[in-house]
């Protein structure tokens, strides 16, 4: 199972961008879905979550600018960002809470990051 993110990249505070990420391999079924963030020096943290009736969790330096979806026959979670902000300046990473067989419990498994760069 892997998950791949994509999206990030360099933009301009007041800008917009959408993160992607899709799982391959072999999933049976995903629960909740995430993105988290670590910026440098920092530890990381919740960004949004969503969970498998759609729920949406957001830290709060983000709501309001921020919006979590997912796909459930794409195996995707997106985070749209808008209104971005240099402290929003971090690599992102996505995560899913997933079960890949019926004897197997839900278990999370990561994405490699994408970095994002807010420039002021």
């Known amino acids: 199972v892997q998950l791949q993110a994509s999206g990030g990249g360099l933009v301009q505070a007041g800008g917009s961008l959408r993160l992607s990420c899709a799982g391959s391999?072999?999933?049976?079924?995903?629960?909740?879905m995430g993105w988290y963030r670590q910026a440098p020096g920092k530890q990381r943290e919740l960004v949004a979550s969503?969970?498998?009736?759609?729920?949406?969790n957001y830290a709060d330096s983000v709501k309001g600018r921020f919006t979590i979806s997912r796909d459930n026959a794409k195996r995707a979670v997106y985070l749209q960002m808008n209104s971005l902000e240099p402290e929003d300046t971090a690599v992102y990473y996505c995560?899913?809470?997933?079960?890949?067989?019926?004897?197997?419990?839900?278990?999370?498994?990561w994405g490699r990051g994408t970095e994002v760069t807010v420039s002021s």
């Open positions: 995560n899913a809470n997933l079960k890949i067989a019926t004897w197997t419990p839900f278990r999370t498994y």
């Open positions: 969503i969970g498998s009736d759609d729920s949406t």
């Open positions: 391999g072999n999933i049976l079924s995903i629960n909740a």
